[in-house]
């Protein structure tokens, strides 16, 4: 009787552990620039929140009696216009806690053309997480980035354009990604919200990733599936093939059926067992026992 009831406040300490999370401000006296959004904040019944000008990340910390040392940043998706925070974000945190995987999601500003501003946000997450590592039990070199849709253009410009040794992810998840901003490719929405109506071909080669790989850019997973109307999967394929003509470890899980947005939704759908395949992929390299 007493094994039982010990279990069962295991459990509930274990599942309070993983729901709580703290909200941390990137930039403790606000951003120095503007992203050029005056509307306020807001959230729709889906969790779906636009015009942030307020970045900030919600840290869902693996516990201790579970945590493998790694950490990820989860950049949500929504176009470059808003993000996607529950099941892009929260949902997704809670099954990496499960892991032993401590998570972010990180609600990084709408660039509105100001393109260099969700990057730059997302810089910082790493280097707050950086600083913290020890507090949070963080193996500084198993920080990592995953992002959904236009979160994943964001995820994979962390992974092409990092400047230093602490921005730059251990690893890179990216699920039915914008990657290209080639416009016969891209998501347009995603592309105009990022750098404008009319970009330079400059600026639209500097944020198409898959042009931007290197043999320093890290191990990437990718899933997509084939019928997605909303972000060709031509984006996940070139980003494919970049990484593995630079010699990067990468793979891509092609789905003939799942759409867009399909996240951790179970449909009856094969697309609904990505998730194993990601755990197979963390556990190979090293991220969870």
């Not at 529950?86 to 393109?115: C, D, T």
Request: positive net charge.
């Amino acid at each position: 009787m007493k094994q039982l009831i010990f279990s069962g406040l295991f459990l509930m300490v274990f599942f309070c552990s993983i729901s709580a999370q703290e909200e941390i401000k990137l930039y403790k006296d606000g951003p120095k620039e503007s992203n050029g959004i005056t509307a306020v904040e807001a959230k729709d019944k889906n969790s779906f929140v636009t015009n942030i000008t307020d970045p900030r990340m919600y840290a869902y910390i693996a516990p201790k009696e579970l945590a493998t040392g790694a950490a990820v940043i989860i950049c949500p998706g929504g176009g470059y216009s808003g993000v996607s925070v529950e099941k892009e974000g929260f949902k997704i945190a809670k099954w990496f806690n499960q892991l032993g995987i401590s998570a972010f999601v990180l609600f990084y500003r709408m660039p509105n053309g100001h393109y260099e501003i969700p990057l730059k946000d997302a810089q910082v997450a790493f280097q707050i997480i950086h600083d913290n590592a020890k507090k949070w039990n963080i193996n500084k070199r198993k920080i990592g980035v995953m992002g959904f849709s236009a979160g994943g253009h964001l995820a994979s410009t962390v992974g092409t354009h990092f400047n230093s040794k602490i921005n730059r992810p251990s690893f890179m998840i990216l699920c039915y990604p914008v990657v290209t901003m080639n416009k016969e490719t891209t998501h347009l929405g995603s592309r105009t919200n990022l750098i404008g109506n009319n970009p330079s071909d400059d600026l639209v080669k500097l944020y198409s990733n898959e042009l931007q790989v290197t043999k320093k850019t890290p191990p990437t997973f990718i899933v997509h599936s084939i019928d997605d109307k909303t972000v060709p999967i031509v984006n996940s394929e070139n980003m494919l093939k970049a990484l593995q003509e630079k010699k990067v470890p990468a793979e891509l899980h092609k789905f003939d059926i799942g759409g867009h947005g399909f996240g951790m939704l179970v449909r009856g759908l094969p697309v609904d067992n990505w998730p194993d395949l990601l755990k197979t992929w963390l556990k190979a390299n090293k991220l969870i026992h």
